[in-house]
């Protein structure tokens, strides 16, 4: 792993590349009196949950009960124990296969990676990834906060949570508690609307679909569309171009990680800075890209604008 762009490599660690696995993450302070730093990141990105934390002895970890809003806005809460776990965040029972998971923190680029950019090593480790074998014995990162965050247990469960609403023009469903955050995102992009990259992007858009339940492709787990919290944002006509990784296999075979950039389709700058600005990744900058695609993480954007 010395060998290869600690940045790249985590770039795509969310989508569970075994050979991309983070460390620790080194978040932890070593003197106990101290609670994770990258625990405080994250309650500050979700300032309605209540975090408590103390130091277990015998876990040799720190346990940390987080009191959520049962719906968004009620005084109603509902509580669940974690222990960080390596910035985890795992439930007790979920201890002992500790390995088994990637961090809910991890390295989001600041700018596209281009293709002439990879070095071989890098090619070599995402046309593994692009094998089925390889994406169903991959590492995911670890989903129970995001369970007990949005209450997606269930299809019929965190449906009581989603509500359908427009973005953009578009009809769609999201995650009551991101209606907030899109509503901000939305504002600003209207106000760029004279920019004549921004008007294109508006004009052109087809679909703004967010909440569908649905499992990762050769995999176990579960997409954050099943949380309502990821929009794709897909235009009327493609001319062409690429927006997905796996699609772009059928044009580019193995070397679909080589897409000139001129071929995938992508927002305008502005649009990406904007949802980022709100606390929203871009799926255009993962080593498997997804240019469509934008999640809900404010965590990651503040991680990675303290820890760059």
């Not at 002895?57 to 509902?78: C, F, L, Q, Y």
């Not at 209606?179 to 921004?198: F, G, L, T």
């Not at 255009?284 to 404010?298: A, C, L, Q, R, S």
Request: charged content about 30%.
């Amino acid at each position: 792993m010395g060998h290869i762009s600690k940045s790249f490599l985590s770039s795509i660690a969310f989508f569970s590349i075994t050979l991309f696995r983070l460390s620790s993450l080194e978040l932890e302070q070593r003197e106990f009196q101290h609670k994770p730093c990258g625990l405080a990141m994250i309650a500050e990105c979700y300032p309605d949950l209540k975090f408590e934390a103390e130091y277990d002895n015998g876990k040799d970890d720190w346990r940390i009960e987080v009191a959520r809003p049962v719906t968004v806005g009620s005084a109603k809460t509902k509580s669940m124990v974690f222990y960080w776990a390596d910035a985890k965040m795992l439930p007790e029972d979920a201890l002992k296969d500790m390995d088994g998971y990637l961090p809910i923190l991890y390295k989001y680029e600041k700018s596209l990676k281009k293709p002439m950019e990879l070095t071989e090593e890098e090619i070599e480790a995402l046309r593994d990834y692009g094998t089925t074998e390889s994406q169903k014995s991959s590492l995911g990162s670890a989903m129970f906060f995001f369970d007990f965050l949005y209450d997606a247990y269930s299809p019929k469960e965190i449906e009581r949570r989603i509500v359908k609403t427009t973005f953009l023009g578009c009809k769609t469903k999201l995650h009551e508690r991101i209606i907030a955050p899109i509503r901000r995102v939305e504002k600003k992009i209207y106000a760029q609307k004279n920019d004549p990259k921004v008007k294109n992007f508006l004009d052109s858009l087809a679909t703004t679909d967010a909440y569908f339940w649905r499992v990762i492709a050769n995999t176990n787990r579960k997409s954050f569309h099943s949380y309502g919290i990821a929009v794709d944002c897909l235009p009327k006509r493609l001319y062409g171009k690429q927006t997905y990784w796996s699609w772009a296999k059928s044009k580019y075979g193995d070397n679909w990680m080589l897409t000139p950039m001129d071929d995938r389709w992508m927002p305008p700058k502005k649009v990406v800075e904007i949802f980022e600005s709100e606390g929203f990744i871009w799926g255009g900058k993962w080593g498997i890209w997804d240019t469509m695609h934008f999640e809900y993480h404010p965590e990651l954007i503040k991680y990675n604008r303290i820890c760059d």
